[in-house]
C-alpha cells in the first residue's frame, strides 16, 4: 500500500466503506509465539465486545510507531468480530509545524507555543471537524498523541467512549512549563480516560482514568518475519552494500532526537581498529517537516566517509519498505539507537525481535526494552560505546546469547495479540465497570508488571 492509496477523506482502512487495503496474519498464527493461554485471554475479551465500533484517529499514515501499530492492529481487531476503522488528520504544513513545535516541547525543547500557533492548530482541527471528519457513529473514538487531541471538544457525542492514546514522556516537560500544562489540561478534560506506555508517563492530575499498556510489534508482518538470505542479499546489493564486512545500523527516521551525530561518532571510533561500516536508514513521517533538514546534514557530515551509506528508504511503497528496513537489520552485526528522547523506541523492539544485540539511549521507554549486560548495552558516549561495539564484534558467541535474550524479552511483552487483549480490556472497564468518573479518575490501571 502506498501513501496515494488513502482515501481523499483521510481513511486508511474501513471494512464499512470497502476499503481494506492491508490485512495481518490469522490470530492461530500467533499461537506459537505467545502461547495458547494468552490467545484464549484475547478470544474472550474479543467475543464479550464483539461488533463494537472502534476509530482510530491520529496525524499520519506514513512513517512512525503509531501508524507501525496501527497497520497491524486495525486489521487484528477485525478479525476478533470488532469494527475498527483508521483516518488521518488532512492538514496543512503550517499545521504540522506547530505540531511538531508542540510535540518538540513535550519533548523538552525551550521555547513556548505561541498564540499564533496554537490559533493554527485550533483552526485546522475545527475546519477537520466542519469536513466531518467522523462521518458516522463509533462508539470508541481514540485518538494518538497530541496532534488531533482538541477533536474530542469538537466532536464528541453523547454515549460516545472517548480515549487518548499518549506515546511520548510529556510528565517532565508539562511540569516544567506551565503553558503546556494549561494547554493540555484545557484538551484532555472531555476525554473518558487515557492511556500510557508505561508508569512514569502517567500524570497524576489529569481528571481522567489512567491505563499503562505497553505498545508493540507485529512478529509476522513484513517488517519483522524471517527473511531468507537471498531475500537480505538482494536488499544489499541494491544499496552496494558488502555483506563480508561487518555492519553497525541505525535505523529509523530521520529526526534530530535520535542521536545520529552519537552514532556516526561511535562508528568513526570503532573503525580505527576494526574493519566495518555503517549503515544510516530511515525516512520521514509525512507530519514531520524536520526531517529533509535532518538528512541534509547528516549528507554533509558523511559525504567524504565511503564507509557511511545513508539511504533514504522510499515510502512509496510501504511492503517494499519494511522488507528493505527487516533485511538491514537482519544484516547488521549491531545496531545502535543512541536516542536523546524516546516515546518508547519500537525500532529497538524490532531489532530485539531479530536477536541483535542493541546499544541504545538509556531514555524514555527504552529501558523497559534494555536491560544493561542481559538484553543490549546503553549509550554512554563514543569512545566507551565505540568499546562495546569492538567487543560483540570480537565476540560473536556473546553478542549472539545477547540477542537471543532480547528476542525472548520481547516474545513475551510486546507482541501484538497480547498487548490487543489489554487494549480491549482498558475500553471494556472504562465503557462498562459502573465506576463513577470521580473515583475512576483516581484509578491508575496497569495490564503489566511493571
Not at 568513526?268 to 530511515?282: D, H, K, T, W, Y
Amino acid at each position: 500500500m502506498s501513501v496515494s492509496s488513502i482515501l481523499k477523506d483521510g481513511t486508511v482502512y474501513s471494512r464499512r466503506k470497502d476499503f481494506c487495503p492491508f490485512s495481518t496474519s490469522p490470530l492461530e498464527s500467533y499461537a506459537s509465539i505467545i502461547g495458547d493461554e494468552k490467545i484464549a485471554r484475547l478470544q474472550n475479551i474479543g467475543k464479550r465486545l464483539k461488533g463494537l465500533k472502534i476509530l482510530e484517529l491520529n496525524a499520519t499514515a506514513q512513517g512512525g510507531g503509531v501508524a507501525e501499530m496501527l497497520y497491524s492492529s486495525i486489521p487484528f481487531l477485525n478479525l476478533l468480530g470488532i469494527e475498527a476503522e483508521w483516518k488521518i488528520i488532512n492538514g496543512r504544513k503550517s499545521y504540522y509545524e506547530c505540531t511538531k513545535k508542540l510535540h518538540n516541547l513535550l519533548q523538552g525543547m525551550k521555547g513556548s507555543f505561541t498564540p499564533e500557533m496554537k490559533q493554527i492548530y485550533i483552526s485546522q482541527l475545527e475546519e477537520c471537524a466542519d469536513n466531518n471528519i467522523i462521518d458516522y457513529s463509533p462508539d470508541v473514538v481514540i485518538v494518538h498523541d497530541p496532534q488531533p487531541l482538541m477533536l474530542c471538544h469538537c466532536l464528541k457525542k453523547s454515549g460516545e467512549t472517548w480515549l487518548w492514546r499518549c506515546h511520548i514522556d510529556i510528565e517532565p516537560a508539562i511540569r516544567a512549563n506551565d503553558g503546556l500544562l494549561n494547554l493540555i489540561n484545557n484538551w484532555i478534560g472531555g476525554y473518558d480516560a487515557a492511556i500510557f506506555s508505561a508508569a512514569r508517563y502517567v500524570f497524576p492530575p489529569w481528571p481522567v482514568p489512567k491505563f499503562i499498556i505497553p505498545p508493540f510489534i507485529d512478529p509476522l508482518s513484513e517488517k519483522n518475519r524471517e527473511l531468507t538470505q537471498e531475500e537480505i542479499d538482494r536488499v544489499l546489493l541494491k544499496y552496494k552494500i558488502d555483506r563480508e564486512v561487518p555492519i553497525i545500523a541505525q535505523i529509523g527516521r530521520f529526526d534530530p532526537w535520535k542521536g545520529l551525530d552519537r552514532t556516526i561518532a561511535t562508528y568513526r571510533r570503532v573503525r580505527r581498529e576494526r574493519e566495518c561500516q555503517l549503515i544510516l536508514a530511515g525516512g520521514f513521517a509525512a507530519d514531520d517537516p524536520e526531517g529533509e533538514r535532518v538528512l541534509d546534514d547528516i549528507y554533509s557530515k558523511t559525504r567524504e566517509d565511503e564507509g557511511i551509506h545513508v539511504l533514504n528508504l522510499s515510502l512509496d511503497n510501504r511492503l517494499e519498505n519494511h522488507v528493505e528496513v527487516n533485511a538491514l537489520q537482519r544484516a547488521a552485526s549491531v545496531i545502535i539507537q543512541p536516542s536523546i528522547r524516546e516515546g518508547f523506541g519500537l525500532v529497538i523492539t524490532e531489532a530485539l525481535w531479530k536477536a541483535k544485540p542493541v546499544i541504545a539511549g538509556n531514555i524514555g521507554g527504552i529501558p523497559f526494552q534494555i536491560k544493561e549486560g542481559d538484553t543490549g548495552y546503553f549509550y554512554q558516549n563514543p569512545q566507551r560505546t565505540a568499546q562495546k561495539v569492538i567487543y560483540l564484534l570480537d565476540n560473536l558467541k556473546a553478542a549472539e546469547i545477547m540477542g537471543k535474550r532480547g528476542k525472548k524479552y520481547v516474545q513475551e511483552h510486546f507482541i501484538i495479540a497480547d498487548r490487543i487483549a489489554d487494549y480491549l480490556l482498558a475500553i471494556d472497564i472504562t465503557m462498562n465497570s459502573g465506576l463513577s468518573r470521580g473515583t475512576f479518575a483516581e484509578c491508575v490501571t496497569s495490564f503489566h508488571p511493571w
